[in-house]
Nanobody, 121 residues
Framework: QVQLVESGGGLVQAGGSLRLSCAAS????????MGWYRQAAGKQRDLVAV???????NYADSVKGRFTLSRDNAKNTAYLQMNSLKAEDTAVYYC???????????????WGRGTQVTVSS
């Protein structure tokens, strides 16, 4: 069993900051990519940022320069620092982790339950 625990969402004024955390636990052999997606009301789920096991990152154009994704491999945790938040950042944010539970099994994606981020203008 693998669990993803997200934390850090909430309500913030435009221009403010929030930090999301995603901790993976359970039967884990190796974690590959860790990332965050978001889904605004009535819209599809989109990639926000992803980080590889080596620390390489990729960001959606809409968040470049404002969001920073990092990870602590010892803690199996990813952190999304969100600065200069805008009303259009309002969404449910989902953690996504690609990992292997056993060496001989293929890696697969796991999803968190989501955390609400609301930015008031």
């Amino acid at each position: 069993q693998v669990q993803l625990v997200e934390s850090g969402g909430g309500l913030v004024q435009a221009g403010g900051s929030l930090r999301l955390s995603c901790a993976a636990s359970g039967s884990i052999y190796r974690i590959n990519n860790m990332g965050w997606y978001r889904q605004a009301a009535g819209k599809q789920r989109d990639l926000v940022a992803v980080i590889t096991s080596g620390g390489a990152t990729n960001y959606a154009d809409s968040v470049k320069g404002r969001f920073t994704l990092s990870r602590d491999n010892a803690k199996n945790t990813a952190y999304l620092q969100m600065n200069s938040l805008k009303a259009e950042d309002t969404a449910v944010y989902y953690c996504n982790v690609n990992l292997k539970i056993l060496s001989y099994l293929p890696a697969r994606d796991y999803w968190g339950r989501g955390t609400q981020v609301t930015v008031s203008s």
